[in-house]
């Protein structure tokens, strides 16, 4: 037998398919999906056998081992990564290594995950007329009843009668894989629908169309509506999937799944470990979790007869892997497996992306509408405070009319949340005497101050400085302001009010488990006031929580990219939609400088629809998405103007080779320099553009043997630094 196997190799842009023999003995072990261990060169690989073939008269190399019982990849996933692979331009290896939880990707120095836990049973002996001791016979009642016991509660009756029983094989192990994880499968009542919610459920089921669009304001309850349609799915046998971003995975979130549903619910998120990992991917693999729950890359989960995908805050820009190879996005993915499983997607928010919209204006996705809250509450007040006006009356970042509300909120026992909406470079540490803005030696950033070590640390490439008071420029000791994040606002804070405050930001929910301790403890009234970064916006239900502050809706609005003011717009509806879910009614203040911003505007009247429209006029004079595709092109390297050439000499074989697009740039990009590297863009917008493809293979083959540079392509890009 000969296989063709797929292997990784590490830093080359390349895939190739190697022929090997299969000795004998290994046959019985090969199946197409499998990892198998191969010599290659002097080194050893792990590769996925992705075709087998009939003998060869060719002198093959033998395979060494097969390291899995188990299909890794199976037919569909096979046929998915393929078509993955020609979308993105981007090696096959690569997008199978992608949809594989670390401990299955095939990576030769990988450990085995495998646990196994020791049960015990009675031997085939004839055991009638032996005479046991007690605790001998007890051991031996207890498995005739159960045939199968683990060591564990065997240990509790006699260590020393087990030991006794397994010497003269009376008893014998059976190794059982475990689980590092357990769902317990008790189940409350469910909500009852509303009107509302039923209708859209029944307009669902009754409705051929395969993609919807669910546009519900916040806490018009599409999770309910999720829920239902996921249970319609359950009954026929079928199985679904539910992403959403990772940030607003909490555990919250999956406890709600696993009330309704169980154990028959599997979840995947960052916060698990690999091993955990693994163990929820066998169990999805295995038919024995028929729900997942997970971030962007359980799209790709094993589950076979899918009867419902449904991609929650589909707005989030969590969806796209902007970072590496392949450059996918979950809902393309996920309309991608529809295709095959001949399934529904459903793709729901308070805010959908212009793209998302523009398509159910069309009819190409089937457009449902909550607008209603679920018990009839009104939607928060939302007040702008111009902070033109009122920084003179303000302490720090606090104006006058936000510590006013959060003392009101303070006094009826009531919770706040506060969003510092981080987003983009608003942490510049500056010299108070030259002006000098503090960078990284390495990368174009500036550095952010970390109080608790003390340090300005670069979040680029890691670097650090410690106790720096001195600027660097003008030699003056006049860095004594350091940072604007959480930390400071949290100090300010701690000087305006008297109040439980609680920080949630990247930092202070690192370690494994914290968020959802902190989510906890302010559900319990522990705290009363939330402070954090876009964190606090997603997803979180809290019945006293009554009003929700922004520090600064600003930040955001200064970044350099066209979305920008669709994600101020949606970031601050999220997280306003955090206020008054209950029987009190909620309040939202909203600080800014630019209080005529359309996008601050429409979030004060809670007005998504103009916004959209608004937006869309913006983007078609702009010739923006969704009038018109992007694709970014990155080409970076250490030379800068071996770099800035290659970048020009990229931009001339465009416009030589494709008709009918725009091409902006190179420019240096946002970032021009991470780690020493510099980087260059170019923007190409294109509304049909046949040869697209093929040029930018042909441009992707060029660079492969270039050691010095990297090209990196981009389509449809959620971000281009
Ligand atoms: P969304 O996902 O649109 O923000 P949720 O599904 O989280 O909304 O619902 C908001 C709140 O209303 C939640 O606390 C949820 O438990 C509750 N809820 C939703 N539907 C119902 C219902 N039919 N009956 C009672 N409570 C409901
Ligand atoms: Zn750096």
């Known amino acids: ?67 899995d019982k188990d299909i890794v990849i199976n037919d569909e996933l096979l046929e998915l990564g393929k078509k993955m692979a020609n979308e993105y331009l981007a090696t096959l290896i690569s997008c199978y290594q992608v949809m594989l939880p670390k ?14 836990d020791t049960f015990y049973k009675l031997n085939d002996l004839d055991i009638s007329n032996i005479k046991f001791r007690d605790k001998q016979k007890e051991i031996i009642d207890l498995i005739k009843e159960k045939k199968l ?31 590092r994880l357990s769902y317990s499968d008790i189940k409350t009542k469910k909500n009852e629908l ?55 995975l909490t555990p919250q979130m999956v406890s709600r799944f696993q009330q309704r549903f169980g154990d028959r619910i599997a979840a995947l998120h960052s916060a698990l470990s690999d091993g955990e990992k693994y163990d929820e991917w066998r169990r999805i693999a295995r038919g024995e979790a028929s729900i997942v729950i997970g971030a962007r890359s359980a799209i790709f989960a094993p589950l076979d007869n899918i009867g419902i995908i449904i991609v929650d805050e589909e707005h989030s820009d969590s969806y796209k892997q902007g970072d590496a190879n392949p450059r996918y996005h979950a809902v393309d993915i996920a309309i991608e497996r529809s295709k095959y499983h001949k399934c529904k997607v459903i793709l729901g928010s308070a805010t959908p992306r212009l793209e998302s919209m523009a398509r159910a204006e069309v009819g190409v996705y089937h457009l449902l509408k909550l607008l209603n809250r679920v018990n009839g509450k009104k939607l928060p007040l939302v007040t702008i405070v111009d902070l033109n006006k009122e920084m003179k009356k303000s302490i720090g970042h606090f104006s006058n009319t936000l510590i006013e509300a959060i003392n009101k909120r303070l006094e009826k026992n009531e919770q706040v949340i506060l969003l510092l909406n981080r987003r983009g470079y608003s942490n510049f540490i500056t010299c108070k005497n030259c002006g000098n803005t503090i960078k990284c030696p390495n990368c174009d950033i500036t550095l952010t101050y970390h109080k608790t070590s003390n340090t300005l640390r670069c979040h680029y490439c890691g670097y650090g400085e410690k106790n720096l008071t001195k600027c660097p420029s003008c030699g003056e000791e006049s860095i004594n302001d350091l940072g604007c994040g959480t930390e400071k606002i949290e100090e300010e804070l701690n000087k305006i009010v008297k109040a439980r405050i609680l920080r949630m930001d990247y930092d202070t929910t690192s370690r494994k488990g914290a968020h959802e301790k902190m989510i906890t403890a302010f559900k319990n009234h522990e705290y009363d006031i939330l402070l954090g970064t876009q964190i606090v916006a997603k997803g979180l239900d809290f ?38 879910r209950s029987e009190r009614s909620g309040e939202v203040i909203i600080q800014t400088f630019n209080p005529d911003h359309y996008a601050i505007k429409y979030t004060e009247e809670h007005d998504y629809l103009s916004f959209y429209k608004y937006e869309m006029n913006v983007r078609k004079q702009l010739k923006y998405p969704p009038y018109y595709y992007l694709v970014f092109i990155r080409i970076s390297g250490k030379d800068m103007n071996y770099v800035s050439n290659e970048a020009n000499k990229i931009k001339r074989s465009l416009e030589r080779n494709l008709a009918n697009i725009s091409i902006l740039g190179p420019t240096t990009c946002t970032i021009f320099k991470i780690n020493n590297i510099f980087r260059f863009g170019i923007i190409i917008k294109y509304k049909k553009c046949t040869n697209l493809k093929t040029i930018l293979n042909k441009i992707l083959d060029h660079y492969k043997s270039d050691s010095k540079i990297k090209v990196d392509i981009d389509f449809n890009p959620s971000q281009m630094l």
């Open 543 to 580: 019945s006293l929580v009554t009003l929700v502050g922004v520090i600064n809706a600003d930040t955001g609005l200064n970044i350099p990219d066209f979305r920008s003011s669709e994600n101020t717009f949606s970031l601050l509806s999220q997280v306003a939609g955090r206020a008054g």
């Open 194 to 248: 509303t009107n509302d919610q039923k209708k859209i459920v029944s307009e669902v089921n009754n409705s051929n169309d395969s993609i919807y669009l669910l546009y519900g304001v916040t806490g018009s309850g599409k999770t309910e509506v999720y829920m239902e349609l996921i249970e319609e799915q359950l009954s026929l046998g079928k199985t679904s999937i539910v992403l959403v971003p990772e940030i607003s």
């Open 149 to 179: 016991v683990s060591r564990e509660e065997l240990l509790k009756i006699s260590s020393s009668s087990l030991n006794t029983l397994l010497k003269k094989e009376i008893i014998v192990p059976v190794m059982k894989e475990h689980y």
């Open 103 to 116: 401990a299955l990707k095939a990576n030769i120095n990988g450990k085995n995950y495998l646990k196994y």
């Open 1 to 67: 037998m000969v296989v063709g196997v797929l292997v990784e190799l590490s830093n080359k842009n390349i895939d190739k398919i190697f022929d090997y023999n299969v000795p004998n003995n290994l046959e019985s072990s090969i199946k197409i999906g499998v990892r198998v261990e191969v010599p290659f060169g002097r080194q050893t690989l792990d590769g996925f056998v992705m075709e087998i073939k009939a003998d060869s008269n060719m002198e093959l190399k033998d395979i060494i081992c097969v390291k």
